[in-house]
């Protein structure tokens, strides 16, 4: 019996890199050699060895969409409304849960919560400065405990009502839609999304599911997955290697905007030996 793909959510973040002489110094090896330069940076999280799927390989945050996320976003208070492309196919419309549950997982996961302060006559994204700090790592630490211990308290919902925060959905651009092959005893309907790191948080990994969390260019992600040193999983890197074709956080943005986004489900064969995953046109 083929297992029901369960709908998940995942953020690529990504953020320009700090320092301003290597962007000057890309340039001008993309002058010289014609390759396009590298100038920002994913953050990865490293899953847990003990986890049941994907155990031990760095992903990007997300997780499965939870009962709380459809509730959230049938509420319009909740949610900053958003207008999807003909492209999208409501694939990712509020109603859902995978905007929701992108944002909810990369809070738990990588700290950074997307979510507006206030949204009229524009929409300002949330600050966690010095004196908000210990508040918000809180509300992180009992989303957290409450994926491990139902009977603790904390929901998103009560986050959001308590700090006034509506979430910025439209924040996420959607980039890629990937199913886990039949042949697996576990398997989602993962969305992938885009994302630019809010300037006034910082992405911390939380030692419960993930094991660590870093900040890495596509190409040097590759680079060391090729090397043995950064364990990928197959989706992973078919990802990072459409993030290191863009020269631009720009440019990446405006494919995810503008591109049709197809549905790719890999499928397992036998070579040599060995299982491998590998797209149904190879």
């Not at 369960?6 to 002489?21: G, I, K, P, Q, S």
């Not at 847990?48 to 760095?58: E, I, N, R, T």
């Not at 992405?203 to 590759?222: F, K, M, N, R, V």
């Amino acid at each position: 019996m083929v297992a029901q793909a369960r709908m998940a959510a995942a953020v690529m973040l990504l953020r320009t890199l700090e320092n301003e002489v290597e962007y000057v110094q890309q340039e001008a090896e993309q002058d010289q050699s014609g390759e396009q330069s590298r100038n920002f940076e994913v953050f990865m999280v490293r899953r847990a060895s003990k986890s049941v799927f994907m155990p031990d390989v760095y992903v990007f945050p997300g997780g499965a969409v939870s009962v709380e996320d459809l509730t959230i976003e049938a509420q319009e208070d909740l949610c900053y409304p958003i207008e999807l492309t003909v492209e999208d196919r409501g694939r990712t419309a509020l109603g859902n849960g995978v905007r929701t549950a992108a944002i909810r997982e990369l809070f738990e996961e990588a700290n950074i919560l997307l979510a507006y302060t206030t949204v009229a006559p524009i929409p300002k994204l949330l600050e966690i400065d010095t004196e908000a700090l210990e508040r918000f790592a809180g509300y992180r630490s009992a989303l957290n405990t409450r994926q491990t211990k139902l009977s603790e308290p904390g929901t998103l919902e009560e986050m959001l009502r308590a700090e006034r925060l509506v979430l910025a959905v439209d924040r996420l651009s959607y980039f890629a839609h990937w199913i886990t092959p039949i042949t697996q005893p576990k398997r989602y309907d993962t969305h992938f999304f885009l994302a630019n790191a809010p300037l006034q948080q910082e992405a911390l990994y939380d030692q419960l599911e993930t094991s660590d969390g870093l900040w890495i260019e596509p190409a040097e992600a590759l680079a060391r997955n090729a090397a043995g040193s950064f364990p990928l999983a197959f989706p992973t890197i078919h990802q990072l290697r459409e993030l290191a074709s863009f020269p631009t956080i720009d440019a990446a943005f405006s494919v995810a905007r503008e591109g049709v986004v197809s549905t790719i489900q890999p499928v397992q064969v036998e070579r040599e030996g060995k299982t491998q995953f590998v797209l149904p046109v190879d």
